[in-house]
Structure formats: C-alpha cells, structure tokens
C-alpha cells in the first residue's frame, strides 16, 4: 500500500537537544537526530537507554524538560493535537486491544475514533488488512492471533489516519525470526511509500537490516550516528564501545 498523501516540505521528523529529567534521573540528556522523508531511522541502544522515554515524547504523552521536537514539521509542544495526528505509533507489547473482538471490529473501532465515516471506515479497514496480510484471517478474535498477526495489526492500526510520519518502538521483540523477517519488510514498505520511520530496537541485526541510518543511544546521549548502513558486526563494536566509556545510566 503507498502512502496516498503528499510528502510535506522539510524533514519527516527533527529532535534537537531533547532532555528529559524523572526525579533524579536523566533520561534524555541532549538527544538530536533527524529522520527525511522516505528514509529508515534505527535508534539502537540497550534497555534503559531512554528510547521509549523519546518515543513517548514524540507521541505527545509526555512534555519534554527542554528541546524541541517536530512531527512533520509540527512542534510537539505548540501544536500537540496536529502533530499527533501527523504520527503512527506502533508499540511493541500494545494492550488497548478488544481481545474478544475481531481484527476488522477493532480496525474499523479506532477508524471511528479517528473520525472516519462508518463507509470510510470499512474501505480503510478493507485496504489496511490487505497490504498487513491479514485479510484472511481479519473475522478471527483477536485473542487468536498469534504475536506476528497482533503486530501486523498493530501497523495497520497506526496507518488508519495516514500518518506522513511512523515510529516504532521495538515492535518486533515478541516476535519469533520468520515473523520478525516479515514485519520489516512491510516497515521497508512504508518509507518506500515516502513516509519518514523512526524503529527504536536493541536488536544489533534489527537495526542493520532494516535502517538507511542508524543512532547509537547510550546512557540518555547520541553516542554513534552511522550513515552507511553497517552490518551488524559494526553495530556491536560501536555499541560496546560506547557502552565501556561510562556513559550515566538512564531509565525508558
């Protein structure tokens, strides 16, 4: 399925000098990174290293200390509701899920709560389910889907609005390797189609095979940024080498 709007000028989404503070824990202590339009951005660090902290900043769920951070070219802070309607959040162990009803019921719920006309609704719901493979199976409970099928929906649930703009936060972390395989190539789908994706992983092979750019984060900092798509091999050295100068500990 391609994105059917219009990429918007400037860059999908730009955090700069983003911090951060819970209590007396720094989370984000100066984080700054860019994702173009069409382009896979991975955020690769280990738990703890203030990814989830960021995406739900991006999200609109909580304020930054300082910094600033664009959706689409639309501030977080100034104008939360536009860019929150200008991202799709896809979270890795999602439960705002209606387990006993099916995956078209759910779609077709939130298509509602997004607006869309009951006739909207059902198209929109029809199209997403085919482009996540899952059209075959889209009258079963939710409940009965397996955790590959659950994150497939998941994406479709983050496209119903057509975001210009996707951020994932370790979607694929439940999932068994043949389903993991499968999702990023729909994420691959998503910047073919012009969208701008940010995929936060601790996954080394993760982040090599799905990103055009990568950004190490250690301890709340920017501790690498790679351009040239490495292997994972790279990604590791880069990581333990970060990791071993004493960056301070953060919390997600």
């Known amino acids: 399925m391609l994105w059917h709007g219009t990429v918007p000028q400037g860059l999908?989404?730009?955090?700069?000098?983003?911090?951060?503070?819970?209590?007396?824990?720094?989370?984000?202590?100066?984080?700054?990174l860019e994702v173009p339009w069409g382009d896979i951005v991975a955020v690769l660090?280990?738990?703890?290293?203030?990814?989830?902290?960021?995406?739900?900043?991006?999200?609109t769920t909580v304020l930054p200390d300082s910094g600033r951070v664009?959706?689409?070219?639309?501030?977080?802070?100034?104008?939360p509701d536009v860019a929150r309607r200008s991202l799709g959040l896809v979270l890795g162990e999602e439960r705002s899920w209606?387990?006993?009803?099916?995956?078209?019921?759910?779609?077709?719920?939130?298509?509602?709560?997004?607006?869309?006309?009951?006739?909207e609704a059902t198209a929109r719901t029809v199209e997403l389910l085919r482009a996540v493979d899952l059209d075959g199976v889209a009258d079963r409970r939710f409940d009965r889907y397996s955790s590959g099928m659950k994150a497939r929906l998941s994406l479709a649930r983050a496209l119903l609005h057509e975001p210009p703009v996707?951020?994932?936060?370790?979607?694929?972390?439940?999932?068994d390797p043949v389903a993991a395989v499968a999702f990023r190539q729909l994420v691959r789908n998503q910047a073919d189609s012009g969208r701008a994706v940010l995929f936060t992983t601790h996954?080394?092979?993760?982040?090599?095979a799905v990103a055009s750019?990568?950004?190490?984060?250690?301890g709340g900092r920017v501790a690498a940024t790679v351009d040239d798509r490495p292997d994972a091999a790279r990604l590791e050295r880069l990581l333990v080498e970060a990791a071993g100068q004493g960056a301070p500990s953060s919390s997600e």
Not at 70 to 79: L, R, S, T, Y
Not at 213 to 218: A, G, L, P
Request: glycine share 12%; proline share 2%.
């Open 12 to 32: 999908g989404l730009q955090v700069q000098g983003l911090r951060k503070q819970f209590g007396n824990l720094q989370a984000l202590r100066g984080i700054s």
């Open 45 to 59: 660090g280990p738990n703890g290293a203030g990814k989830s902290t960021m995406l739900r900043i991006l999200g």
């Open 70 to 79: 664009e959706v689409a070219g639309h501030d977080v802070v100034v104008h």
């Open 98 to 119: 209606y387990w006993r009803l099916s995956g078209r019921d759910n779609l077709e719920f939130f298509a509602a709560l997004h607006g869309l006309r009951r006739s």
């Open 166 to 175: 996707l951020c994932l936060d370790e979607p694929t972390r439940t999932l």
């Open 203 to 208: 996954d080394l092979h993760e982040a090599a």
């Open 213 to 218: 750019k990568v950004v190490v984060i250690v």
